[in-house]
């Protein structure tokens, strides 16, 4: 299956916002890039620039080294892991770059080697600009052996790090994303406090990101905190989702965590409110809706 330059033939499961940028950014890279997806519409721009298209996961786990997936929850994945696993064979390596439970990602794991394959948990933080840019920040779970297989590979995507065995690479971009989310509702709660004792809300913000409080994550949403787009980075229904992945770990390990908690009940009452499809960014909108005078 590999290309005359012995490199691996890429397939992507999914070519949504995600998975379509990140095979873009292969094809760029002059990678053998396969795909599929629920609709050959959503691959149009791909397959315009070189992806192959192929029906069906199954087919496409015959045909390429290594397979890439971004599954939105634990349900879809393993429902796709239903048509991959028994596809698969000795020499592949299956990246999933989900953020799913840490348990389920386990689990499909123990599926894939018995298939005599190679999974990984491969994690993202960041988005489709980091994807565009190359600079993901790529935590990985699974044998350290498969995970130099695929270096290269990940290295075009951003900056990969192999955690450790299976699950690892989930449980650390589970914390990661606690602070993402706490982040951004803390700077919500103290623009608003500026903006109502006067000052100007553009002025407090940049203030705010220049000082220590001004995380890269944050400095990149000063935009959207100030007119918040249609179009979602990150959107309030998957942030919330991970952040009920890493409560239901915390439980698991009696690991406390409440802050986590504290931002879980303001994203249900922002999708109470509406902005589910929202970016993250939307709870200083939230805010102030609980704070109309």
């Known amino acids: 299956m590999s290309t005359a330059s012995d490199r ?6 999914g070519l949504g916002h995600m998975g379509g ?7 760029a890279a002059d990678y053998a890039v396969y795909g ?23 087919q496409l786990a015959k045909a ?13 994945l393993q429902l796709v892991a239903d048509s991959i696993t028994p596809a698969l064979s000795g020499g592949q390596v299956w990246i999933d770059m989900s953020t799913v439970s840490p348990q389920t990602s386990r689990e499909v794991a123990d599926r894939v080697l018995a298939a005599g394959a190679e999974f990984l948990d491969a994690p993202v933080s960041g988005s489709v600009p980091q994807v565009r840019a190359g600079t993901l ?12 297989q695929v270096e290269a590979v990940l290295g075009e995507l951003g900056r990969p790090t192999y955690i450790g065995p299976n699950g690892q690479g989930l449980a650390l971009k589970l914390g990661i994303n606690i602070s993402l989310a706490v982040q951004v509702l803390a700077m919500a709660e103290g623009l608003l406090l500026a903006e109502r004792s006067g000052v100007d809300r553009g002025l407090a913000l940049r203030v705010m990101n220049a000082s220590p409080i001004g995380s890269p994550m944050l400095q ?7 007119d918040l787009p249609d179009e979602a980075w990150f959107d309030i229904r998957l942030m919330q989702k991970d952040l009920v992945l890493a409560l239901e770990a915390g439980r698991t390990l ?15 009452l922002a999708r109470a409110l509406g902005y589910e499809h929202r970016d993250i960014a939307g709870v200083f909108e939230v805010l102030q809706r609980l704070t109309r005078r």
């Open 137 to 148: 920040t790529i935590m990985v779970g699974g044998d350290e052996t498969a995970y130099h």
């Open 21 to 27: 940028a990140m095979a873009a950014r292969l094809l």
């Open 254 to 268: 009696a690991v406390p965590l409440p802050t986590a908690t504290s931002a879980d009940e303001i994203l249900t």
């Open 8 to 13: 691996p033939v890429v397939g992507f499961v």
């Open 220 to 226: 990149a949403r000063e935009a959207l905190l100030l």
């Open 64 to 76: 390429a080294d290594v397979l890439i997936t971004s599954i939105p929850d634990d349900a879809a």
């Open 36 to 58: 599929t997806s629920r609709t050959r519409a959503r691959a149009a721009e791909q397959i315009a620039t070189g992806l192959r298209w192929i029906d069906g996961a199954d």
